[in-house]
């Protein structure tokens, strides 16, 4: 069992038997810089050897922008602002098992920090500044559908997000 931040995570095997009847809450993260909106290559499955948004699972004490900012710096060593969310997704990956992700798309500029993959799930990274042909069509429908290369991006939700319920 892991422990991060006074939260515990299920045993992999209770985790896996989750996954395969509930779906996974994750927040995908469109950041962009000078050079264009990052892409890492996948190590692992699922979309393993893909580029793919950085992004992940969010904690149960997360707020949407804290998980943002947490898995662009766990992915890829940069810091973001979240200038907003894009859109809600739903996707069904069936390697390494059968899962369902619903994401929501953060829509953030990079602020700081330095490329650092040590620790990282991706394999490498690159700058985007349009949708290619080579890009998964999930990849190509998230950053047409945000409008993520237009001055103006759609940003459909600004959502302010509070960690807790009760005072």
Sequence with gaps: MITIENDTLLPEKLYKRFTRSLPLFCVDIIAKSDKGIILG???NE???????????RLHFRESFEDCAKRKMKEETGFDVKVKGFANLYSMRFDNPHPYKSISLVAYSVIIGGS???????LEKVIFV?????????YMKRILTGARA???SPNLLLQIKSSNYLNP
């Design 115 to 121: 490329l650092d993959l040590r620790n990282s799930d």
């Design 129 to 137: 500044n349009r949708v290619e042909d080579w890009m998964h069509p």
């Design 46 to 56: 699922p979309a393993k050897g893909q580029y793919w948004l950085p992004g992940g």
């Design 149 to 151: 290369f237009s001055k």
């Design 41 to 43: 290559k996948r190590k």
